[in-house]
């Protein structure tokens, strides 16, 4: 599976973005599909995940009510809806996927794109 992050930018606090992973390759349908984000001089964190048939969905404590996750099977492309962004929220943000859906934050993704930036002005 290979995977393509794009939709980053700079944007004001409290503004809105929409991140998009495009997958090709193997079963997209098939595959957990998660968001990750890296902020300057921090450890990569999880953010978000969807099971294949997009019925479960996980997310990050520190995002919940603001970020959505979302996937469409049929463009082979999962989403990741950011509003009332803030500054905290810049970094880089990956995709990732996975074959199983054990512990979407903390399971070992075994195909990970990319990444897209986020910068978050105050």
């Known amino acids: 599976v290979q995977l393509q992050a794009c939709g980053g930018g700079l944007v004001q606090a409290g503004g809105s973005l929409r991140l998009s992973c495009a997958a090709s390759?193997?079963?997209?349908?098939?595959?957990?599909l998660g968001w990750f984000r890296q902020a300057p001089g921090k450890e990569r964190e999880f953010v978000a995940a969807?099971?294949?048939?997009?019925?479960?969905?996980y997310y990050a404590d520190s995002v919940k009510g603001r970020f959505t996750i979302s996937r469409d099977n049929a463009k082979n492309t999962v989403y990741l809806q950011i509003k009332s962004l803030k500054p905290e929220d810049t970094a880089v943000y990956y995709c990732?996927?996975?074959?199983?859906?054990?512990?979407?934050?903390?399971?070992?993704?075994?195909?990970w794109g990319q990444g897209t930036q986020v910068t978050v002005s105050s």
């Open positions: 390759g193997r079963t997209f349908s098939r595959y957990t």
């Open positions: 969807i099971k294949w048939g997009g019925g479960s969905t």
């Open positions: 990732a996927a996975d074959q199983i859906w054990d512990h979407p934050s903390t399971q070992p993704y075994e195909y």
